[in-house]
């Protein structure tokens, strides 16, 4: 790999008129030990190489809104460790998730295969970012989470995910924002648009963070992507619509920087589902405005998402619906089904190539619930009916999700229509399908 960063970095010299490269190499100086330069046993300059890839397709993505030298100040104020491999113990020992140190054994064990993790609740903005070595492996032989170290295009497909998630991060002034672009109301449902800590579980502490947004007027918004946290004392305390809604929007920004930098991604069934609708969301929008909002005023995106409606939802939050419903079925079947849970993925797959009928859809669900009544006593104590209107949209999935994508469109064609033309709004499908949105967060 060593040859093959050296081989670009020249490459990259004779096309930087401007010394980009060496403000960057600048930049990486200054954070001292607390950003690798590349990964153990590569004495190269990696990560001055992934960063000039980063910003500069940015750029050129964002049709010149964003430039490379704004981008590089970024990254330089939000991202505030960067790991190849591992956390370093006596190093990173004080970074937390979940109530653990990140180099604690329990961590490393349950560890993904990379990881962005805010450094300190008081900076919601300062960040750490880890690739993992996926050619570690515990004590017992068992494989650990992790990347190919080793193939120079499974980082950059990574790390280019997880340099989104930092430059997703802004703050804004709170005088450029409406009340419901921080705090937004639907029903029995109160979402946080701007960043609140996910740690806490304590109903209390986001109605305090509810209203001191509201009544704050003068310090500066935090936000995170096209992230929101929904507060609803008839469900639970917090549920996060994070994972599924802002994975797809950041992998498809990392799709795009590789598209520029001439790679294909290695794996491209990564979030295949999420980045569809992203993608979705970024052509009906344009992308070039799209990706600049992204990075410098997401709340841009959740806003007019929030206004658009489908099946008597909004357009954000209908998005979660979707990947909690398949969560939820998977776990389901996990949980009831045992080893035969994988038989049964692969079933609905088949469904997802050739829909069913409804009677065939119902004998399957009946079926089902047969094999898992006779695995587990403790299923006839749940709540079927919830558990049959999952496993039926997610047979028809496909139908779904086709419905929301068309929707996306037909919400950004009307809004985006020119003063003095008139286009017929149409408010969504308002056929309710046979569902409820209470599966939990992934």
Same mark, same amino acid.
């Given at each position: 790999m060593?040859?093959?960063?050296?081989?670009?970095?020249?490459? @990259?010299?004779?096309?930087? #008129?401007d010394? =980009?490269?060496?403000?960057?190499? !600048?930049v990486?100086?200054?954070?001292?030990?607390?950003?690798?330069?590349?990964?153990?046993?590569?004495?190269?300059e990696?990560t001055?190489m992934?960063?000039?890839?980063?910003?500069t397709?940015?750029?050129?993505?964002?049709g010149? +809104?964003l430039? !490379? $030298?704004?981008?590089?100040d970024k990254m330089?104020?939000?991202l505030h460790? =960067?790991?190849?491999?591992n956390?370093r113990?006596?190093k990173?020992?004080?970074?937390?998730?979940?109530?653990q140190?990140?180099?604690? +054994?329990n961590y490393?064990?349950s +560890?993904?295969?990379?990881?962005t993790?805010?450094v300190?609740?008081?900076?919601?903005l300062?960040?750490?970012?880890?690739?993992?070595?996926?050619?570690?492996?515990?004590?017992?032989g $068992?494989?650990?989470?992790g *990347?190919?170290l080793?193939?120079?295009?499974?980082i950059?497909?990574?790390?280019f995910?997880?340099?989104?998630h930092?430059?997703?991060?802004?703050l804004?002034?709170?005088?450029?924002l409406?009340?419901?672009?921080?705090?937004?109301?639907?029903?029995?449902?109160?979402?946080?648009?701007?960043?609140? &800590?996910?740690?806490?579980d304590d109903?209390?502490?986001?109605l305090e963070?509810i209203?001191?947004?509201?009544?704050?007027?003068?310090?500066?918004?935090?936000?995170?992507?096209?992230?929101?946290i929904? *507060?609803?004392?008839?469900?639970? !305390?917090? +549920? *996060?619509?994070?994972n599924?809604?802002?994975?797809?929007?950041?992998?498809?920004?990392?799709?795009?920087?590789?598209?520029?930098?001439?790679?294909?991604v290695?794996?491209? &069934?990564r979030?295949e589902?999420?980045? /569809?609708?992203?993608k979705k969301?970024?052509? !009906?929008?344009?992308?070039?405005?799209?990706?600049?909002?992204?990075?410098t005023?997401?709340?841009?995106?959740?806003s007019e998402?929030?206004k658009?409606?489908i099946?008597?939802?909004d357009?954000?939050?209908? @998005?979660? @619906?979707i990947?909690?419903?398949?969560?939820y079925?998977?776990r389901?079947a996990t949980?009831?089904?045992?080893?035969?849970?994988?038989?049964?993925?692969?079933?609905v797959?088949?469904?997802?190539k050739?829909?069913?009928?409804?009677?065939?859809? /119902?004998?399957f669900i009946?079926?089902?619930?047969?094999?898992?009544s006779?695995?587990?006593?403790?299923?006839?104590?749940?709540?079927?009916?919830?558990?049959?209107?999952?496993?039926y949209n997610v047979?028809y999935?496909?139908?779904?999700k #086709?419905?929301?994508?068309?929707e996306?469109?037909?919400?950004?064609?009307?809004?985006?229509t020119?003063?003095g033309?008139?286009?017929?709004?149409? /408010?969504?499908?308002?056929?309710?399908?046979? &569902?409820?949105?209470?599966?939990?967060?992934?």
């Amino acid at each position: 790999m060593k040859s093959e960063v050296e081989s670009l970095l020249l490459q @990259y010299k004779e096309e930087d #008129k401007d010394g =980009l490269l060496e403000y960057i190499s !600048s930049v990486i100086q200054s954070k001292g030990d607390r950003w690798e330069r590349s990964t153990q046993g590569e004495d190269c300059e990696l990560t001055q190489m992934l960063i000039y890839e980063y910003v500069t397709s940015l750029e050129k993505i964002s049709g010149g +809104r964003l430039s !490379s $030298k704004f981008l590089v100040d970024k990254m330089a104020r939000n991202l505030h460790t =960067l790991r190849y491999g591992n956390f370093r113990e006596g190093k990173d020992d004080s970074i937390q998730y979940g109530n653990q140190s990140v180099t604690s +054994r329990n961590y490393n064990m349950s +560890r993904p295969g990379a990881h962005t993790i805010q450094v300190s609740l008081d900076d919601e903005l300062s960040q750490a970012v880890v690739l993992f070595d996926g050619s570690q492996k515990t004590e017992d032989g $068992k494989k650990l989470n992790g *990347i190919n170290l080793n193939d120079l295009d499974d980082i950059r497909h990574t790390i280019f995910h997880e340099w989104t998630h930092v430059m997703e991060k802004s703050l804004i002034p709170r005088r450029e924002l409406n009340p419901d672009e921080i705090i937004y109301k639907e029903g029995n449902s109160t979402y946080i648009n701007a960043s609140a &800590s996910a740690d806490f579980d304590d109903l209390g502490y986001y109605l305090e963070y509810i209203a001191y947004a509201q009544n704050n007027t003068e310090n500066p918004v935090a936000f995170g992507g096209v992230s929101t946290i929904e *507060i609803n004392p008839q469900k639970s !305390s917090r +549920r *996060i619509m994070h994972n599924q809604i802002s994975e797809g929007f950041t992998d498809y920004v990392s799709r795009l920087v590789m598209n520029q930098v001439g790679r294909q991604v290695k794996d491209p &069934s990564r979030y295949e589902n999420q980045v /569809e609708l992203a993608k979705k969301v970024f052509e !009906s929008r344009e992308i070039e405005s799209t990706i600049t909002d992204y990075i410098t005023a997401p709340y841009k995106i959740i806003s007019e998402l929030e206004k658009g409606k489908i099946h008597g939802k909004d357009l954000l939050h209908y @998005y979660q @619906y979707i990947e909690s419903m398949l969560s939820y079925v998977d776990r389901t079947a996990t949980r009831y089904m045992g080893k035969d849970a994988d038989i049964l993925k692969q079933q609905v797959e088949e469904f997802w190539k050739n829909p069913p009928t409804r009677e065939d859809a /119902e004998n399957f669900i009946g079926t089902t619930f047969n094999k898992m009544s006779e695995n587990s006593q403790e299923f006839a104590k749940q709540d079927k009916s919830r558990i049959h209107d999952a496993f039926y949209n997610v047979i028809y999935f496909p139908t779904i999700k #086709k419905e929301y994508v068309n929707e996306i469109e037909n919400h950004y064609r009307i809004i985006q229509t020119p003063p003095g033309h008139t286009e017929s709004a149409v /408010e969504g499908n308002n056929t309710t399908p046979s &569902s409820r949105d209470d599966g939990d967060e992934r």
